[in-house]
């Protein structure tokens, strides 16, 4: 194991993936802190660039790229009370009062040193769960699996935002896209109308290119407006108060970190809601909590040291069980397939040194984000804001060659332009767009992993492995779980005001 | 102006098409291939038509969870959400934003679409400067001079990291035969 660590360091430590990083890092940060674009988007409009080069460089432009959006989008939360993911909706409860202060620079200050330790934690959570997690990994088999993955696209449903329902339709979209094409285990052709572009499938990239980064842009259109309106104080801190901040509340990031090391292993939740937990669990724990809302550091500490840890954790079931955490993990997932790499019990045994790799770009991406970011601090409690009429053609048009870039096939913008339709529309009538994606990622596990049950188990494959049966009946009862508890609450809800009526 | 419910239950009957589509194609694959494609168009089935019955019959926010709810286990009537009574003006605002809103999702359809008809005729990098070209001069954000300075450079900066960098192959579309007899000098 200790081999697999320094083989993983040693990998990092080369010019191109040091250079392929950094580059991340620094594109990160730009896309991170122009409001309206995500960590998503900046994810999907690398995808083209990830195939041709070495593995360890591609995963760190990748993950340095999503790492440091994560704190951009943190930044733009707290300089114009725009989050640029939902994620980051937690750090304008107090970021942005500390910014109409004067204090921005302090809030920055506090937010990149949370987000730092937050990560360095979130990297050694992963690096201690390997070998737990490996003999288990081990011992299941493909009906194991199986349930796995049908649980991680239920569970996605379950925690989606809005309806449940519509939560599993998106999902089930996203299964039966992912069939266009040649079926690899029969060699059938499935949904191809008899053209040979659709008979090499829908190509991930270029539909996750299409789904967020094109309708997000259309989102922003229809939004239409400044993107941001600020009204703040005069700069009166400095970003050293706002470091020194996040050590004196140590406990509180510790206890925050642990929690979104937690809220990433869940499969399918992600960090989306992860910050506004972090954010609940520092309200309700702490003595003096009046100041929560009115700018107080806490309220900045707690959700950026979540979102730092939850890469950690949520690269444990992307690499564990090729169930992704979350829509960035999906992303990531995309980005192993077009590298050839298997995750699962394989990734864990002949992989263990590209493993043990993310491990430190997770590490070295989170120290380079919070130098430039730190250094960077006072410059951007300044920015101005940019104008939807610059920003909407220049990634429109990325997005478009992108797209071709993907495969070098001119049919590909056609796919992006109907996904970003279909992104917009989903959007619009809560149609979790996540659930999708993630549905897409999980199909191949589903249909590869029942077929090889059937073929060593037989039909009744459920009952022969009685481990699988009880995954089995877990899955239903996470689902049916969510509508109990609100049928129950409800009726509680009628109780109470029948007494009250009454 | 057609209703937001209205809007729902077309979008929930045209998933129900396609569903209903892939189940009826799926029919027609091997038992082995079809195996997934079927039980999860017929499930989407299920979940579409109890949608529908749903967001028709009974109040909507019964499908919702509560991801705060579910982590925290807070008390049970917290967060339950109480229907507001809208006055006949916050209704008249409402539909007035929904008419503007619906005429600037069919600009942005517009501009999707243009730009890909674009890319599909002048190929990718020819489009992209017609493209940020007229989108600075119509939206009038830049003045000409500026708006010409910075398409070229952003569309210079693009050919310089797809085409030479990355050595993507470039798609003329119907300037192919230009670009043909161009090479021949």
Known sequence: MLEAIGAGFMSLMNVQAMVFMTIGVIYGLVVGILPGLGGIVAMA?????????????????????????????????????????????????????????????????????????????????????????RPIMLALGPAEYLMMALWGLTIIATFS??????????????????????????????????????????????????????????????????????????????????VKDAFRHWWLVVRSSLL???????????????????????VQTSRDNENFGKGDVRGVIAPDATLGANEGGGLMPTLAFGIPGGESMAILLIAFIGLGIQPGPKMLTDDLDIVFAMMWIIVVANVITTVI????????????????????????????????????????????????????FMERYNYSRANFVIGMVLAEMIERNLHISLTLYGDDFLIQRPVALAMFLFVIFTTVMPFYRNWKRRRAAVETAGSEAS | MISRRTQENIVVLLLLAFFVAVFVTSL????????????????????????????NFRPADELNVDLLDVLTARSPTAGVTTDRAESKEDKATAEEEEEASWKRVAIAIGFVAL???????????????????????????????????????????????????????????????????????
């Open chain 1, 45 to 133: 409009l690398l995808l083209p660039f990830t195939y041709g080069y070495d593995p360890v460089a591609t995963l760190g432009l990748l993950l340095g790229a999503h790492i440091a959006t994560i704190w951009g989008s943190s930044v733009t939360s707290i300089l114009f009370r725009v989050p640029g993911a939902a994620k980051s909706l937690a750090l304008i409860f107090d970021g942005y009062p500390m910014t109409q202060r004067g204090e921005a620079s302090r809030a920055l200050g506090a937010s990149a040193t949370a987000a730092l330790l937050g990560g360095l934690i979130g990297a050694v959570f992963l690096a201690i769960s390997i070998p737990i997690v």
């Open chain 1, 161 to 242: 935002e809005g309806s449940l329902l519509k939560g599993l339709i998106a999902a089930a979209g996203g299964v039966i896209i992912a069939f266009v094409g040649m079926d690899p285990v029969t060699g059938t052709p499935r949904f191809w109308f008899n053209s040979v572009f659709l008979l090499d499938g829908i190509s991930f990239p270029v539909a996750m290119i299409g789904m967020f980064a094109v309708a997000e842009m259309m989102k922003l259109y229809v939004k239409g407006g400044a993107i941001v309106e600020r009204d703040v104080g005069k700069e009166t801190s400095s970003v050293l108060t706002g």
């Open chain 1, 260 to 282: 979104g090391v937690w809220i990433g292993v869940l499969p399918g939740i992600g960090a989306s809601i992860g910050g506004i937990a972090a954010y609940a669990q520092a």
């Open chain 1, 373 to 424: 970011g730190l250094a960077a601090s006072p410059y951007f409690a300044r920015l101005p804001a940019l104008n939807p009429n610059v920003m909407i053609p220049l990634v429109l048009s990325v997005c478009f060659i992108g797209a071709y870039a993907t495969r070098g096939q001119i049919e590909d913008v056609l796919v992006a332009a109907g996904f970003g339709l279909l992104g917009y």
């Open chain 2, 28 to 55: 027609g694959f091997s038992p082995r291939a079809r195996l997934v494609p079927v039980p999860i168009s017929a499930l989407a089935v299920l979940l579409l038509l109890v949608q529908l019955f749903w967001q």
């Open chain 2, 115 to 185: 730009l890909v008809v674009l890319t599909l005729v002048l190929g990718p990098i020819p489009a992209i400067f017609v493209f940020t070209f007229g989108y600075f001069m119509v939206s009038g954000h830049y003045p000409l001079l500026k708006a010409a300075i910075y398409t070229t450079v952003f569309t210079l900066s693009v050919y310089l990291l797809f085409v030479v960098a990355l050595k993507i192959q470039p798609y003329h579309g119907y300037l192919e035969p230009l670009v043909n007899y161009l090479r021949q000098f």
